[in-house]
Structure formats: C-alpha cells, structure tokens
C-alpha cells in the first residue's frame, strides 16, 4: 500500500535546489552513477538520458496527449523514492498534484524533467541532489540523496 503524506506537496513547491537546518549536518551528496539502486526501482542508467544538469529521465510510456511546455500549469501523478528503494511520497489517488513547469515552484530536478512530456505519458526522473534538496537533512531525506520519480502527466489544462 502506498503512503500518501502531506508534506511532499510543500516540499516540491518549496522550490529550492538547497535546503539547509541548522539540526542536520551537510552530507555529501550521492554520485548517480556509482550508486547502487535498489532493484525495485528499476533504474537502468543505460537506457536513460543524461540531461547537461547530471540528472537522468527515461520514458516508461510516451504518452499520445498534448505536449507539456515551460509555463504551462500541468498536473501529475507520482511516486518517490531514496536510492535505496524507500519510498518517501506518492500521489497515486485523489487530486492530481499541479504546478507550473518551469516557475520555479518545485525542485529543479522536476522542472527540467518533466519537459517535452506529453499527457498520459509516465518518465523515471533520477534527480542529484543539487537538484533536489542539497546536502542537508530535508524531512525524511536525507541529505544528499539521490531522488528517483516515477512521474504521470495526468492534464494541462
């Protein structure tokens, strides 16, 4: 059964590329390419693209709706998950999460990944934490975690 939690929402509005606390101390952050991914995830690097940024995506389903384009409200569906396979979010049911692509309203990592989708489509999005939530402890990610999305485009209104 998948966790819903209310606080995930808040987090990637938050927007920020680094979040610090001054309780957690800064961690360095995780080498995509060195970490080992839990098998659930079903991260295949070789079969993903690298964006300039570091970060990974690859379409699971291209979708066959309308394309999602910068400035665009879009509204998602989501899982997502430590390296290690622990899933930290979902929003699998109920209101689809929405947001504008591109305002900085969520992390970098969601902005630059969930371009070029088209509604229906689902994508795999393996976020550094330079894009995510940076060296410091965020709620119950750790700091420098990779982030690893399964992510729906659901509309663009």
């Known amino acids: 059964m998948l966790r819903r939690t209310r606080w995930l929402p808040a987090l990637l509005l938050a927007g920020m590329t680094a979040c610090s606390t001054t309780d957690s101390p800064l961690r360095e952050p995780q080498v995509i390419e060195t970490t080992t991914f839990a098998p659930a995830l079903g991260v295949n690097l070789g079969t993903s693209t690298k964006l300039a940024s570091g970060m990974y995506i690859r379409d699971i389903t291209v979708g066959t709706g309308a394309d999602v384009v910068v400035g665009q409200n879009v509204s998602m569906r989501y899982t997502g998950a430590l390296s290690n396979g ?37 994508r795999q999005l393996i976020i550094p934490s330079s894009l995510g939530y940076g060296r410091s402890d965020y709620g119950p990610i750790p700091g420098g975690s990779i982030l690893v999305f399964s992510v729906t485009v659901v509309s663009v209104p």
């Open 86 to 122: 622990s899933q930290f979010d979902a929003n699998t049911s109920g209101t689809p999460f929405s947001f504008r692509l591109g305002s900085g309203g969520v992390i970098a990592g969601w902005d630059q990944g969930v371009v070029g989708m088209k509604v229906g489509g689902v």
